[in-house]
């Protein structure tokens, strides 16, 4: 038997894209490569791309130039957001050697044998689920978006949204299932949407009380998580159905992006501060451990300084358990980047360490909370790099670390308490029950 050609594929970016990243992988390795973690020595090389902002472009062109210093003799396939909404940009440099569209990561084993890409084409729908060598998976369960927000390019990147089958989202799930995966997260690009596309539609909650019904689910050895859900698309259903199972992770992520309901009326957002002030309220009286997460954005064309108080100000008097934080970027062909008001970098850049700051503060604030009680940990295959030592992921999105040399489960109740490590990592035990 002949030696594997070395492979590797690395992301940039969204769940989502770890999702393809992931199913790429399995293609390769079932044509036949030996699938690497890093670029040395490799025979191949495929990098997934984001768009997002300026500068996921600008990383994914710097990571370019650097993997054709590390592996000179590799082919190097670009694909991903970048590569579809605009391939030119990854041509010009003459470091790559071939560009594929979102249409074409499904076909990237047959397409190395020397058929030529179509960048630009429709992304197809979402792949079975991927094998995976760690204790959690995502899932892309849908895809594209069709909302229009006035600052972002994934329409363009990824197309209209479209929704992965019932019965196919089921049989991923039941694969996950018997590998004996201890969590899945459910991602999309706009996945709240998922369903209203097929035929018949359905929603979110209802996949839930399907997923109920058609699978064994059990607390004690598996949890579902739900990715990023837009504020309007939490609806009484949706909680009702969190309220029944215990084995969806309590943990919500909601874009917010402004505090300022006329920069969300610029944005193309539908709902107002209210909107979201009433609903993080009303999650935090149901569940007041649950993870409250959130995007925000700084210095969107035309945001005063009075716009970005708002924003803090709606943080502050708000219990969320942290931000994502995006300096706008102006993405081209959207409508906000034709605007005149843009804000200055500098402006924007003093906006985002404010955020950051009261970033850090929820942060703590939430992790405080949760010392002393006992929650759901999710035991991860790798270790910790410098420490050695097992961690543990909680259905409420908080990282610690287990006493060194124990052999446990995927999926353990644990106790948290304060950081008692250089790492500023929580701690966790062992405990004997939720």
Not at 303 to 322: G, I
């Amino acid at each position: 038997m002949g030696v594997k050609p070395r492979a590797v594929v690395l992301t940039l970016g969204c769940k989502v894209n770890q999702f393809d990243s992931a199913a790429m992988a399995e293609s390769l390795r079932a044509a036949g490569y030996e699938v690497a973690s890093g670029p040395s020595g490799a025979d191949l090389v495929v990098l997934n791309t984001c768009t997002v902002t300026q500068k996921a472009d600008q990383e994914a062109l710097s990571l370019i130039r650097r993997l054709k210093r590390l592996a000179p003799a590799a082919r190097l396939v670009v694909t991903g957001c970048l590569a579809e909404a605009d391939p030119g940009l990854l041509t010009a440099a003459g470091q790559v050697d071939l560009v594929l569209g979102q249409a074409d990561k499904s076909r990237l084993a047959s397409l190395l044998e020397g058929s030529q890409g179509s960048p630009g084409g429709p992304a197809p729908e979402a792949a079975a689920a991927p094998l995976s060598e760690r204790t959690r998976a995502f899932y892309k369960i849908q895809d594209g978006c069709s909302a229009g927000c006035a600052y972002c390019a994934v329409p363009r990147a990824r197309g209209p949204s479209r929704s992965l089958g019932l019965e196919a989202v089921l049989g991923g799930l039941r694969s996950y299932l018997e590998r004996g995966l201890a969590e899945v997260a459910l991602c999309g690009i706009h996945l709240g949407v998922w369903g209203r596309d097929l035929d018949p539609p359905y929603t979110l909650a209802e996949l839930l009380h399907i997923l109920a019904g058609e699978l064994e689910l059990d607390a004690a050895s598996f949890r579902l998580r739900l990715s990023s859900l837009e504020p309007l698309e939490v609806d009484d259903e949706l909680l009702a159905a969190f309220e029944m199972y215990d084995w969806l992770a309590p943990h919500f992520h909601l874009p917010l992006q402004s505090g300022s309901d006329r920069v969300l009326e610029l944005m193309g957002r539908p709902y107002r501060a209210a909107d979201f002030r009433r609903l993080v309220e009303k999650l935090n009286r149901a569940w007041p451990l649950a993870a409250v997460g959130t995007d925000v954005m700084a210095g969107f064309p035309g945001e005063t300084d009075s716009d970005f108080q708002a924003t803090l100000d709606l943080l502050a008097n708000l219990s969320v358990s942290y931000f994502h934080i995006f300096p706008y970027s102006p993405r081209p062909g959207t409508p906000a980047a034709a605007r005149p008001d843009q804000v200055p970098e500098h402006i924007k850049r003093r906006r985002a360490v404010e955020l950051k700051k009261a970033d850090q503060l929820a942060r703590l604030d939430f992790a405080r909370r949760n010392w002393g009680t006992v929650q759901a940990g999710l035991v991860e295959n790798r270790p910790h790099p410098a420490s050695g030592r097992l961690k543990v992921l909680t259905g409420n999105y908080l990282t610690a670390l287990l006493p060194p040399g124990l052999k446990v489960p995927p999926l353990i109740p644990v106790t948290l308490s304060p950081p008692d490590n250089p790492w500023g990592l929580m701690e966790a035990e062992p405990a004997s029950g939720l």
